[in-house]
């Protein structure tokens, strides 16, 4: 998030992380890497306009799924669209600001590595969850039961 670190300070965007030093991802990081730039520039572009603006990215291991969600100080999706952010070409943004593609593509990634990218709807703020499976602690169960 480096890249991001100085458009975050000039507009005064705290960005928050709280990333398990022990989490081992077993997929190309340049795929996670592009879902996470999609999510936290989304959420940038959600807040931007907000008083109060932070961006939070926690990552931790649940079961067999690294769990990463990003979470901003926004309200929420609204209702009547959370059915459709997920669909290529879909966007709230002007035509000259994007393309709709984003989420869609971050989706096919995590369903590609057998995952899954959601919407919290029940979180308090706007929240995506990536979950995508802990591929050693897969490999540890099938040798543990294949014993």
């Known amino acids: 998030m480096g890249v991001c670190a100085e458009k975050f300070r000039v507009n005064d965007i705290e960005l928050i992380t709280n990333i398990d030093p022990e989490i081992e991802l077993f997929c190309n990081k340049l795929h996670i890497s592009d879902i996470l730039m999609n999510l936290v520039n989304n959420s940038f572009d959600a807040i931007l306009s907000q008083e109060n ?60 590595y057998n995952g899954k990218l959601f919407l919290n709807s029940a979180a308090n703020n706007t929240q995506f969850i990536l979950e995508i499976p802990d591929k050693k602690a897969d490999k540890e169960v099938r040798t543990n039961t294949s014993s």
Do not use: C, Y
């Not at 969600?69 to 929420?76: F, M, N």
């Not at 000259?96 to 989420?103: C, I, P, R, T």
């Open 53 to 112: 603006k932070w961006i939070q990215i926690d990552a931790v291991q649940e079961n067999q799924f690294i769990k990463i969600s990003v979470t901003d100080s926004g309200l929420g999706i609204d209702k009547s669209i959370i059915g459709d952010i997920m669909h290529p070409f879909f966007t709230t943004k002007s035509i000259d600001q994007a393309s709709g593609l984003g989420l869609s593509i971050s989706k096919n990634i995590a369903q590609r």
